[in-house]
């Protein structure tokens, strides 16, 4: 049973991770020009300039862009290293493995800062290309620890039950296990593209202002005053965000794929 004081505890962490939403959603459908909560009056004009205006609009495509093929890459790396680990368990394929974990273990600034110096000395500071690949690599920890459990879950039965029936390796892969971890790579790539998506840091140091993703943008905005507007374009990653979620938990057993466990 769940004491008056837990209850208590309980709304009172509810009510301070909820706040901050309910007041940038009010700044963002205010009439006032300036940033103020509560709201004197309701508009929409702001949600408007974030879906009409040339800048804001290229701001978002680039951001979709980026964050779909960097979670293309991320999935496919962690594809076929599982993939590699699962058929050989070499100790070339572990430490494949291995080096994926590590974008978790260091702090972004690391990742940031050596991304920025390798970039420059390549040429490709400043480019698209520089973010994309960054995000699809140092966001690779989290598709390649979703995918190992898919691996896990695969049985020698099935594997051989195909092959028995004539089926090739390719064909084994293509058929068999691939609709078998279909969900895990479905939920991979979502989680990959919403952390691009929102990603600042590594975005900013790898290409400066030169690639003005959203969030890069949004700080662009905030530099040279506060407008309600930035509180649309922050309404709209929760938006995404939430909208990524309920569709993945929709489409898969969203707790169990992320490791959690259900108790009967």
């Known amino acids: 049973m769940i004491t008056r004081g837990q209850k208590t505890l309980l709304i009172c962490v509810a009510i301070l991770l909820v706040a901050p939403f309910v007041v940038v959603f009010g700044v963002s459908v205010g ?18 300039t974030l879906f009409t205006e040339p800048d804001w609009l290229a701001a978002i495509g680039r951001s979709l862009l980026i964050a779909a093929i960097a979670a293309l890459i991320s999935v496919t790396i962690a594809l076929a290293a599982n993939y590699v680990l699962w058929r050989r368990q070499s100790g070339f394929s572990k430490l494949v493995f291995a080096l994926g974990l590590g974008p978790f273990l260091l702090p972004p600034i690391i990742l940031a800062l050596g991304a920025s110096i390798f970039w420059a000395e390549f040429g490709w500071y400043g480019r698209m290309e520089a973010t994309i690949i960054s995000h699809g690599v140092f966001f690779v920890t989290l598709p390649l ?36 971890i279909a969900p895990y790579l479905i939920t991979g790539f979502a989680l990959v593209a919403i952390i691009s998506v929102n990603e600042y840091l590594i975005a900013n140091m790898i290409s400066g202002f030169v690639v003005e993703t959203l969030p890069i943008k949004i700080f662009n905005n905030v530099r040279y005053g506060y407008s309600p507007v930035v509180a649309s374009a922050s309404m709209l990653f929760v938006g995404i965000t939430v909208t990524v979620l309920l569709v993945l938990a929709r489409l898969t057993d969203l707790v169990s794929l992320l490791g959690a466990s259900k108790e009967s």
Do not use: C, H
Request: glycine share 4%.
């Open 145 to 180: 620890v979703i995918l190992a459990r898919g691996f896990a879950a695969l049985t020698e039965e099935v594997i051989e039950a195909a092959q028995m029936m004539g089926a090739t390796q390719a064909q084994v892969f293509r058929t068999v296990i691939l609709p078998l």
């Open 31 to 48: 009439a006032s020009k300036t940033i103020s909560f509560p709201p004197d009056a309701l508009s929409a004009q702001w949600y408007n």
